[in-house]
């Protein structure tokens, strides 16, 4: 999740509520990654992204976003709605083959 602001809650306020109520979950700060280039796109330089102390402190993070937004994942992706629809399209083509395998 990248990092809007160099202060809690790093440009995501619609996570703070659920910091505050469980700040086991709460980011530790910010880390700095430089992008690398690609065949599909362009370097965009250094970002910055929140940092968790825990896949779990993300991941809960993550799921609260989503449910907040009714289980529409691409509110994940971005507040704008066409974009919103253009990601959840995506990830319906994603197949979960680790766990289809077990099924």
């Not at 929140?50 to 992706?77: Q, R, S």
Request: aromatic share 12%.
């Amino acid at each position: 999740m990248e990092a809007f602001s160099d202060i809690s809650p790093y440009g995501w306020h619609k996570c703070e509520s659920f910091w505050t109520n469980n700040h086991n979950y709460h980011p530790i700060g910010i880390l700095k990654m430089k992008e690398n280039t690609s065949a599909l796109m362009e370097s965009r330089g250094e970002r910055r992204f929140v940092k968790f102390d825990t896949i779990e402190a993300a991941m809960m993070t993550v799921a609260d976003v989503i449910n907040k937004a009714d289980g529409n994942g691409g509110a994940w992706n971005s507040n704008d709605v066409t974009v919103q629809k253009k990601y959840s399209d995506y990830l319906a083509t994603v197949l979960p083959r680790y766990t289809n395998s077990l099924a």
